[in-house]
């Protein structure tokens, strides 16, 4: 059976309850017995010597008689709640605060010792068999011409501190009882906040583990459990997310491979059965070529993207000098500008503007950024190229006045693969993974790129990048 962390910690709840039981019925009994006993021995003990400093060597001395002394004694020893006496170091009886003065009959504490105490100026038993029961006992010798003349010895009834015990030991029983239904409430905030959640959690795990990516589980905390289980619930959608993009992604991929596969082998079959005649050969392996380029650039930009991915912020920066790179990509555009009456007109800033980027990601963006351009403008129109300084950024746009994005397709024109319906027609080479590049190596560089686009009269992308720190040196 799966152990549980519930009866786990009920097993630890009632080790507490037992543990704390046996210490204050053992402990705490006996420690506040010791106490009470050693206050009280304290107590009559400054008495015991009160009396043998003053009455007792009074007696003694002779100065005073033994009935005053006995009738003091008397007072004292209603008042202390307690037997007095007076005892000579033999064990002879003078003076006992329970009984009369009696000179006639000797009584005599049999083995009287006052040594036996043991260095402790109390003791507790039934002092030499003078008592039914066990007393405490104090002594305090009386010194006369510097010999001990006797002793004061006060005995207490046991019975009284015993009673003031228990009666305090029965406070700290209730206590004690309360104590452990209050702590009831920890095992109620346990199960509340600890236990249902993590069993919760656990459930959700199991479910994770199972490959049900999409089970959602809800914690109603803002303690690091309901973190625990937020984050583990996040994590999940976007495994899910992660899992249905792949599943897209490799649908998209297979798709894209196979549509020019097909064409191609399509045109070569009939090639080969004769169904295309040899004096059309060459136009079908010029179709047949477009295929197969096609095919090369979608390799190409899956490895670019792959690349992008698996390297993540590996980008190599350096201070480059990006107005050249501006005119040198626009350049590379001239053969294809020439065939559609495009120009590209450049609008930089400075003569020389050096900026802290990955120089060769960066003239990858802004092919890919001018090829869209170029291929969704009209012939004869206008791509402008514009660099402008704000805040220590440089920010590049690539404005054309082509056919323009749809609104509800410009949030999707960086997925992967997308290709707007317009662009269907224009563009048959085109993979859909241009711009998903470009938004890819702009956030490496923890820059933004932004699109604004009206259908039919064109489009403007303008990304951000940091310009170099050391530009006033090298101006
Ligand atoms: P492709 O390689 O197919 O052009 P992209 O990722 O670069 O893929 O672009 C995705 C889609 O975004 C294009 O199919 C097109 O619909 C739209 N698009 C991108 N740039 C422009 C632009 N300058 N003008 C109009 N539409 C554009």
Redesign the pocket.
């Known amino acids: 059976m799966k152990k549980t962390l519930y009866p786990k910690f009920i097993l630890a709840y009632f080790i507490f309850g037992v543990f704390s039981f046996i210490i204050v019925t053992t402990f705490v009994p006996s420690m506040t017995r010791e106490r009470l006993i050693r206050e009280k021995a304290q107590d009559i003990y400054q008495e015991a010597s009160l009396i043998s400093g003053t009455y007792a060597t009074g007696l003694y001395a002779s100065e005073i008689d033994l009935e005053t002394v006995k009738t003091q004694l008397d007072y004292l020893s209603v008042y202390l709640n307690s037997t007095i006496r007076i005892i000579n170091p033999s064990g002879r009886l003078i003076l006992d605060s329970d009984s009369p003065i009696n000179v006639e009959e000797e009584i005599r504490i049999q083995k009287f010792d006052p040594t036996s105490t043991g260095g402790s100026y109390y003791m507790v038993n039934n002092f030499f068999d003078s008592f039914d029961q066990d007393v405490l006992t104090v002594l305090s010798p009386i010194t006369y011409n510097y010999m001990v003349k006797g002793y004061v010895v006060i005995h207490c009834d046991m019975e009284q501190i015993e009673a003031f015990c228990n009666s305090l030991l029965n406070i700290s029983y209730i206590t004690l009882v309360i104590l452990l239904l209050l702590s009831l409430i920890i095992l109620i905030f346990f199960t509340e906040i600890v236990y249902i959640p993590l069993r919760k959690i656990t459930y959700a795990t199991e479910q994770y583990a199972n490959g049900n990516m999409h089970y959602e589980f809800q914690v109603e905390s803002n303690d690091e459990i309901g973190y625990l289980a937020a984050c583990l619930n996040y994590m999940a959608s976007q495994i899910a997310g992660a899992e249905d993009d792949q599943k897209k992604f490799v649908a998209n991929v297979s798709h894209d491979f196979r549509s020019p596969l097909t064409s191609i082998r399509g045109y070569l079959e009939a090639m080969i059965d004769g169904t295309i005649p040899m004096e059309s050969h060459h136009k079908y392996l010029n179709i047949v070529l477009n295929e197969t380029e096609r095919l090369a650039k979608l390799t190409n930009s899956l490895l670019t993207l792959n690349n992008l991915n698996t390297t993540g912020m590996l980008l190599d920066r350096t201070d480059f000098e990006i107005n050249s790179v501006i005119r040198s990509t626009a350049a590379s555009f001239e053969g294809t500008c020439r065939r559609k009456t495009i120009a590209i007109e450049l609008v930089l800033t400075g003569t020389e503007l050096y900026v802290y980027a990955d120089m060769g990601k960066i003239q990858q963006v802004l092919y ?1 950024l001018l090829d ?2 170029i ?2 403008s009209h012939h004869d129109s206008i791509i402008k190229v514009e660099t402008s300084i704000k805040k220590s950024k440089l920010f590049i746009s690539v404005k ?1 006045t ?4 749809p609104k509800e ?1 410009l949030k999707l ?1 960086w997925d992967r693969f ?3 319906d ?2 269907r027609g224009r ?1 048959k080479k ?7 590049i470009v938004k890819e190596i702009i956030n490496c560089h923890q820059e933004h790129i932004n699109v604004i ?1 009206t259908e039919g009269e064109g ?1 403007e ?1 303008i990304f951000s990048l940091p310009l170099s720190q050391n530009m006033d040196e090298e101006d």
């Open positions: 890919n869209n351009a291929k969704f054309d082509g056919i323009g994005i397709a024109i997308y290709k707007s317009l662009s563009d085109g993979t859909g993974l241009g711009l998903s686009s489009s992308f």
